[in-house]
């Protein structure tokens, strides 16, 4: 004998089994607004990137340079002319259309001498920029720019649409196939599928990033559901449980971000060399990447990562040594010294500011901790420069250009440096651009610009049956676009 089931029940079984089509991601930090081309704050770019907001270019899983609202291009045999060909029938988020124009507004814009993008040095070289159909924009460089691409496809070159920009930091309007939702403040975003995406429509329906600073309330919030993925994980010592635990996957992986204690070099007494290679020397990598990290994390010796084929390994330049450290502060006769030490909520900077501050003791120098939130040490230490110790981890990929910068936190900028920046960025000859950036890490190791701790690990707990979250990060981003739940 048959037996006959509701077709309601049915129906519910079906859906009681299908995958979820939301997902609920935890992140350390909250971005202090959603607006990529006019905030430094990686956690911007860690919701929005490849998500809300797209490039011509945009990065790939492994670090590669991939087509994105540009669907191809072109260079001039000089390199100092690109052409773009833009992808059609596309549109924002807001119902507008995406065009060349809307290239055009954004390049122009973040080149604008009033322009408050983070990264503004990346669109220096751009001389002009021409529509040439709605499909096509060519950018004129004052120099050859190998590099052109990549640069776009960092978050700060997303494109904005003239109609919308203005509200941006607070409801912002892309082109990714996810839009805007909702925000409040302190506690989550949210972002929604985008059913008009020009592209390949994502597996996901929903997503929502919930803020989560205490590495305790991250591990509660994981073991107990609340939170699906946390993607950059901030407690360490926990990561052997979720191992065991075959509900949840640990992900482990590298970035760009390359952890270091900035030093004010634009201040007295840290604009002298002997105090600042006293500091690098005071300074244990292992024992904070023991201490702070549980372990996780690769000891470098400037500002480059060792992942990548150009890097030069110079920490045999700052070694620890606490009687060399002694012995340049008696020469110089820095005596009596107490440095304000200010550190960012991330654990790396926490947990990792509290051995930097005993590992200086011990050869003499005083610090003062003051720990700020992520606003205030964008407003005081990044921009307003009021510091002398920091240890902030740079995410961005391909950085070391940052040291070029006459304004920029640690103030460097020394011109032998800004000369070789000026000669990288005009030479296209793979052989001849990897000796200059090997120079440039020596020089600003040899400076002892700042102490080079680590590059951070990722180290990411997800539910097991979620799939498709990148496990390196080659740029500051929680790409969204290949994520799913299998069964």
Known sequence: MKTLFPASLILC???????????????????????????AAAAIDEV??????????RFGPDGAVLPALARAWEVSADGSVYTFHLVEGATFHDGTSFDAGDVKFSLDRARAADSANAQKALFAGIESVEVIDPATVKVTLSAPDGAFPF???????????????????????GTGPFAFADWVQG??????????????KPALARATFRFISDPTA??????????D????????????????????????G???????????????????????????????????IDGAMFGYGTPIGTHFAPHNPDYVDLTGLSTYDPERSKALLAEAGLTDITLRLALPPPTYARRGGEIVAAQ????????????LEWAQWLEQVFKGHDFDLTIVSHTEPMDINIYARNEYYFGYAKPEFQALMAELEATTDPAARSEKLKAAQEMIAQDYVNAYLFQLAKTGVANAKIEGLWENAPTQANDLTQVHWID
Do not use: C
């Open 13 to 39: 079984a079906t859906q009681a089994l299908a995958a979820p089509d939301a997902i609920t991601l935890g992140m350390v930090l909250e971005p202090p607004n959603l607006d990529p081309t006019a905030g």
């Open 48 to 57: 929005v990137y490849a998500n809300l907001f797209e490039g011509l270019t």
């Open 151 to 173: 640069k776009m496809a960092r978050g700060d070159a997303v494109i904005v649409a003239p109609e919308s920009v203005t509200d941006a930091a607070t409801h912002p309007v």
């Open 187 to 200: 506690d989550h975003v949210t972002l929604s599928a985008w059913p008009g995406y020009w592209g390949e």
């Open 218 to 227: 991250a591990y509660a919030a994981l073991m107990a559901g609340d939170v």
């Open 229 to 252: 993925a946390f993607p950059n994980f901030p407690a360490p010592e926990t990561l052997i449980q979720f191992q065991a635990d075959p509900r949840f996957k640990v992900i482990l």
């Open 254 to 288: 590298s970035t760009e971000g390359e952890t270091i204690l900035a030093m004010n070099n634009r201040l007295a007494p840290l604009d002298n060399i002997a105090l600042r290679e006293a500091i690098a020397h005071a300074i244990n990598r292992q024992e904070i």
């Open 360 to 371: 200086l003791a011990a050869v003499g120098i005083k610090t003062e901790i003051t720990n």
